[in-house]
Every structure is written in structure tokens, then in C-alpha cells.
């Protein structure tokens, strides 16, 4: 049985290119969308298996549409896709729920195989550029932090920070409240001694904890 994928990127000569390129696969572009809208759309209508969707789109980018996708599909694994090797975008996707992301400068057996991994509802491969920051974002202390004056948790904060996400962001992906994270947020702000969130992550980046 073929896995059923939806392609949304900006760019036609792409869209026609992944479509090219799984020919021939067990992957099918059943739809395909120019922009986050049309992608949120063709989920709810078509219910693929996989939602490839690129980062950067012009009126309101792939990040922004996530939850939406989700919401329209809710067994619809969503891969990102993008030209952006960016820790920021890689940490947001796994926030706001994409299993993984894939650089379009990837092969064509690491695209396919992370496909097929999504559709099965299997981790990314071990080579994704998501494992590098989902290891970040679960870490907690480690004897290079013991002179750290921050709890486990507010050192995942941190780190959450330091990689760019929203207090909603760092929510979703620690599974915590909002009004928990802006708590461990002034904890972490009055710790440091730092005056707001670029500070910190500032220092964050300097200490090497992400």
C-alpha cells in the first residue's frame, strides 16, 4: 500500500520534483500546496500519511501552519523541509509537533527513508539534524553544569531559550504551562543576574550548555 504524502513548498519546479522523484517508490504525492494555507487544506481534505512541508513560505511560513495541519489530520505526520540547517527552526518544529526535518540538500535515500520512517511512525534517522537538538532539549544536568545555579528543569528552559522558542513553544515541548514556564523564565532572568531573554541565552550560548 502506498504512503499517501501531501508536498507544500513555494516553488513549483520542487513540488515537481519530489513528485519525480518518488515515482517508481511506495511514496504517492496525492496533493500538493504552493503555500501553508493550500497544505492546511489539502490535509483536511486528503488525510494523507506524511505532510512534507517547507519552512519558508511567502504570507505565513510552514512553522506557523503546523498545528493548524495537525488539528486538520491528526494522524498526518508532518516532516518540514527546508534549505535552513537553522537550530531555531529545527527546535520549533519539534515544539509545535513535526516528527522530523529534512534539508533539501539531502539524498534521495535519506529523503525517502525519512518518508517511509514518518509514515510508520518511527523516529528520524539517526543522521537527522533533529537529533543533535532534540538531544539538547531533553538534556538535563550534567557534571559540566554543577556550578550552574539553576534546577534541571530551568536548565531545560534555558537551553529552550537559547534555541529561540516562545514561552508556548517551551511548553508544548516540555509539556508544562505557560505560567510554569514564565515562572522558570524569572527564575532563570533573576539567577543569572541577566536583564531579559537574550541575555540569558547569550549566556547560555557562552557556557556551552546548548
Known amino acids: ?53 517547507d519552512v519558508k513560505m511567502p504570507e505565513r511560513n510552514g512553522l506557523n501552519a503546523v498545528e493548524e495541519a495537525k488539528a486538520a489530520s491528526p494522524d498526518t505526520r508532518i516532516v518540514m523541509l527546508s534549505t535552513f540547517d537553522n ?8 515544539a509545535l509537533g513535526a516528527v522530523d ?23 528520524p534517522r539517526p543522521d ?4 543533535g ?15 550552574i545555579p539553576l534546577t534541571n528543569r530551568e536548565l531545560q528552559v534555558l537551553r529552550h531559550i537559547a534555541l529561540g522558542l516562545s514561552n508556548r513553544e517551551i511548553g508544548q515541548s ?9 515562572e522558570h523564565v524569572q527564575n532563570i532572568l533573576r539567577k543569572l543576574d541577566t536583564p531579559d531573554r537574550t541575555a540569558a541565552a547569550v ?5 556551552g550548555i546548548v
Open 174 to 182: 516540555l509539556s508544562i504551562s505557560i505560567e510554569t514556564v514564565k
Open 203 to 207: 549566556w547560555a550560548v557562552k557556557r
Open 87 to 94: 537550530p531555531t527552526y529545527l527546535a520549533r518544529s519539534l
Open 133 to 147: 537538538v532534540r538531544s539538547a532539549m531533553s538534556r538535563k544536568r550534567d557534571a559540566a553544569d554543577d556550578d
Open 1 to 53: 500500500m502506498a504512503i499517501r504524502v501531501v508536498v507544500s513548498d513555494d516553488h513549483e519546479v520542487v513540488r515537481e520534483g519530489l513528485a519525480s522523484l518518488f515515482q517508481g517508490t511506495d511514496i504517492e504525492v496525492v496533493g500538493q500546496a504552493k503555500n501553508a494555507d493550500e497544505a492546511i487544506a489539502a490535509v483536511r481534505e486528503l488525510k494523507p500519511d506524511v505532510l512534507l512541508m
Open 128 to 131: 537527522s539534524p533533529v537529533q
Open 101 to 123: 526535518y529534512v534539508l533539501k540538500g539531502a539524498s534521495k535515500e535519506f529523503l525517502l527513508d525519512s518518508v517511509r520512517r514518518a509514515a510508520a511512525g518511527e523516529g
